[in-house]
C-alpha cells in the first residue's frame, strides 16, 4: 500500500527482457534509501505508480523483476535508459497519510491531452476510458504516474487535476509530453463500493445521493 506521494525520482538503468516473459527494470535511485532505512529484497517499490517486488539491491538502486501482465496493464514497457521514473517506498503503519491509499495495481493507461497554465499552477487534462471516467469523482482522489492527485474536473473520457509548480518539477509529470502516456489509478475506497453494491458503474446522480458533491 503506498500513499500517491513520490519520495524521489529515479533514473531507468536498463530494461531488459526475461527468457520468454516479462522483463528485468534496473533503476539508480540513490536518494531512495538510507543506512538507517536501507532498501531489502522483497518489498515493494511504487514505480510510476505500479507495485514492483525489489529482487536486486544494488549500490544505489534496484532491480525489479516485471511481470507480462504488468506490461500489458501499464506504461512500464515503453521506459528506456535514461527516463526518469517517480518512486516512493511502501507506506508503513504509522505514517502519515498526505495523500489517499494507492494499491499500485494500475487500472489502464492514460494520455494527457493538454497542460495548460492556470495562474501560477497549471491544468492536465487526461484521456481514459469511459469506465475508468466513470469511476472518477471531481475533488476525489487519482494516482497519475503513481502521483496522487485531486480532481478538478470530469467528463466522459477525461479527467483533469490541477497540479502545482512543486509537483511538476519533483515528479515525472514535469517531463510528461501532451500525448504522453501514464499508468492511472482509480481511487480504491471507490473501487470497493462500485464492486460492494454489485455495480460495474456509479452514476453521477447515484454518488451524490450518497453525500458525494460535485
Not at 549500490?59 to 504488468?70: K, V
Request: hydrophobic content about 45%; charged content about 25%.
Amino acid at each position: 500500500m503506498f500513499t500517491g506521494l513520490v519520495q524521489c525520482m529515479g533514473e531507468v538503468l536498463g530494461l531488459k527482457a526475461r527468457g520468454a516473459t516479462g522483463a528485468t527494470l534496473a533503476v539508480r535511485a540513490p536518494r531512495l534509501s538510507t543506512p538507517q532505512d536501507p532498501l531489502i529484497l522483497g518489498e515493494s517499490v511504487a514505480t510510476d505508480g505500479a507495485c514492483l517486488t525489489v529482487t536486486a539491491v544494488t549500490n544505489d538502486g534496484f532491480e525489479a523483476e516485471i511481470l507480462e501482465e504488468t506490461l500489458r496493464c501499464t506504461m512500464l514497457g515503453d521506459l528506456r535508459p535514461g527516463d526518469r521514473v517517480d518512486l516512493e517506498r511502501a507506506l508503513r503503519v504509522g505514517d502519515r497519510l498526505g495523500g489517499h491509499f494507492v494499491s499500485g495495481h494500475i487500472d489502464e493507461v492514460g494520455r494527457l491531452l493538454d497542460k495548460r497554465p492556470e495562474g501560477a499552477d497549471f491544468r492536465l487534462r487526461f484521456a481514459c476510458s469511459p469506465d475508468f471516467a466513470r469511476g472518477v469523482v471531481r475533488k476525489g482522489s487519482v494516482a497519475v504516474a503513481g502521483v496522487s492527485l485531486t480532481v478538478a474536473a470530469r467528463g466522459g473520457d477525461w479527467f483533469e487535476v490541477a497540479v502545482i509548480p512543486t509537483t511538476l518539477r519533483e515528479t515525472v509529470l514535469g517531463d510528461l509530453p501532451v500525448g504522453g502516456r501514464a499508468n492511472l489509478e482509480a481511487d480504491l475506497i471507490g473501487a470497493y463500493v462500485r464492486r460492494a453494491l454489485g455495480q460495474d458503474s456509479l452514476s453521477l446522480d447515484q454518488l451524490i445521493a450518497a453525500g458525494f458533491a460535485d
